[in-house]
Every structure is written in C-alpha cells, then in structure tokens.
C-alpha cells in the first residue's frame, strides 16, 4: 500500500460505482474484432464520432455509434490516431511510418517526407504539433514541431547534453496535449536528465514541469483553460496522478486504497479521465471520471472482462471512449455517455 502524502486525498465511499436499471442505455458498443486480430479506439471528438483503426491490416475507421461508421479511411501503422472536431484525422500512415494529416472525404497528405516525423494532436483551428528527428534535426536529436494549417512549422528545440559516445549529444521528447492556443505539453529527457514534463505556451518553453518531489514527470493532456493532468512517479517508483493551473500549481490526485494512478485526458468543464489500481490478486485497473479532485462516474461496460477495458478519450460534452473485451474474449468499442 502507497503512502498518500496528496494535496488531494479522494475517498472511495465517493466513487459511483452502481450501474442502476437502465443504466446500460448509456454504453454504444461495435465491434473491433477477436482473438489476435482486434483493432483500438484512439480519439474522440466533440460530435461523438469515435476515431480507431481496424485490426486486419490497420485501415482507420471513424463511427459514431449507433448511426454508422466509414472504414479503411487510410492504412495506418496501428498506433495513435487523433482527429479534430472537423474529423480531421492524423497519424502514422502504412506501410512508410510517415505522418500524414487527412481531410474528411479527401486524400491523405503527407506532412513531412521523411519517417522520422510523428504527427501527435491536432486543435480545432487545424494546427499538429508532433516530433521530428533523424534527418530534420541534428543527430540524435528530437525536436518538437508546431504546424499551421497552411504547412509553416516552428520548430522546439531540446537539451540535449552527452552521454557515452551511443547517446552522443542525444535526447527524446514525446508530445502528449495541445489546446486552442497552441500552448503544447509532453515530456522529454536526455542522458543526464531523467524523464521531466514541458510545457510550451507559445514563446517560451518551460523544460522543468514538474511535480513536486517526482522521480519522473509525464503530463497527458491540456485543455483550454490552461489546465494541465499527468502522471509522476516518487521514490519508490509508484505512480500517481497530478492536476496543474496557471494559479494553484501542481496537485498530486489519488484515491483511498489505490496501489496506482494514472490520468488520461481533461475536458473544457474540468472533468478528468483516469484510472486506478486496486490491490486485489491480480492487481486490476478501474476507470472513473472525477471533477475537482472527486469521482463523479464509475466506467464501466457491462458484461467486460475484469481488467480488460480501456478508457482512452474525453470530449466536451464529457463522452468517454474506448475498448474492452467481453467475457468469450470478443473484442469491442464504446462510447459512454453520461447521464444528464
């Protein structure tokens, strides 16, 4: 058991954890697939339309359940997609690894010619923000991108001190959140520094965003109000989750009894996915939304498999999507949608 030494401590006895009758009318759920070939659900935008890929070769698909969906959008490598409220989606593109941005009902347009190149966020006025190393910057290096709708980049440079002559003058950094202002958060590191959060709002780049006595800081998402959540871990590697604004600073989020914890994404109300960790055996996690530090709704698909669901995305309007599988190992999709 951790020891909780948060600013915000959430007791269990909060957590909505009754699915009451009628309660299931709030999951849509569609199929991905069984056995080793499922697919995943990625991205969620503020239409309901589900964004995921389909697991025999990777094709993306977009649904909004219940209505209808469109398949093999573009082959993608079978990583992260994202989109935008347009459905304007971006990812990996198969079989070149290289990033593309997709239009709805157009061809994909590669953003960059070489596979070094990762496309990570989009924001409703168009601009992707990703990483780029290998052939763009120096060797070894990974810089940070910010593109406009119209292709002109700036570019985010990192540290990127020595190491042995293996990590010669190298670095890393992965993009997690962009907002509407283009203010840009993620974490990096190189051979001196361990794995610390960013946070770009524009002009100035803040290499140190960190939580408080963290080992390791790794923010996930940030919303339009300058509100930042993520993941840290202490001493005793075990993690938590943070919540951070321009006003309060940093905020470490547990929950009573919880062996981890861990923070998806933040909505424009504050609302905040994320997961925690029971310590049963095994050990198994449990999806909820929380609100000012406080569970609000527990996430949970009937008739899933125990520890096999995932909560992957939060809208506006406060629908989460996902994927699970079900008690015959059947892989599907969901939207949740909570009562008003």
């Known amino acids: 058991m951790k020891t909780l030494t ?4 959430v007791s269990l006895f909060t957590l909505l954890t009754a699915i009451g009758a009628g309660a299931q009318n709030r999951y849509q759920t569609f199929p991905l697939g069984s056995g080793n070939n499922f697919g995943s659900v990625t991205a969620l935008n503020d239409s309901g339309q589900v964004l995921g890929w389909w697991g025999t070769n990777g094709e993306a698909f977009i649904i909004v359940p219940g209505t209808g969906w469109t398949k093999n959008i573009v082959k993608t490598n079978g990583g992260v997609l994202q989109m935008n409220n347009a459905a304007t989606i971006i990812g990996q593109e198969s079989p070149s690894n290289r990033a593309f941005s ?3 009902g157009q061809p994909a347009q590669l953003i960059s010619i070489y596979s070094g190149v990762t496309a990570n966020a989009i924001n409703t006025a168009g601009y992707i923000v990703g990483t780029a190393s290998g052939e763009i910057p120096p060797k070894r290096q990974t810089w940070v991108y910010l593109m406009n709708p119209q292709g002109s980049t700036t570019y985010i440079k990192f540290p990127h001190n020595s190491g042995p002559p293996w990590n010669e003058d190298g670095n890393g950094a992965e993009v997690t959140g962009l907002n509407n202002s ?6 990096w590191d190189d051979y001196s520094t361990p794995r610390s959060g960013f946070f770009y ?3 100035k780049l803040n290499i140190t965003f960190n939580m408080p006595g963290a080992v390791t800081t790794q923010p996930t ?3 339009d109000n300058e509100e930042v959540v993520g993941n840290w871990i202490d001493q005793n590697g075990v993690q938590h989750g943070f919540y951070w604004n321009p006003t309060a600073g940093f905020s470490n989020i547990d929950v009573t009894g919880d062996t981890a914890m861990g923070l998806v994404g933040i909505n424009n109300s504050s609302v905040i996915l ?3 960790q029971d310590d049963n055996s095994p050990m198994l996690r449990h999806y909820v939304t929380l609100v000012n530090g406080q569970p609000t709704a527990s996430i949970h698909v009937p008739n899933s498999l125990p520890g096999g669901m995932f909560a992957t ?4 309007a406060g629908q989460v999507a996902g994927w699970y599988a079900t008690q015959d190992y059947i892989f599907r999709g969901f939207l949740y949608t909570p009562s008003k």
């Open 6 to 9: 948060s600013k915000i401590l």
């Open 102 to 104: 997709k239009l709805w």
């Open 182 to 187: 283009n203010q840009i958060v993620g974490s």
């Open 201 to 203: 709002d524009g002009k």
């Open 221 to 223: 998402a940030i919303n």
């Open 274 to 276: 994320g997961w925690w």
């Open 313 to 316: 995305a939060i809208n506006n």
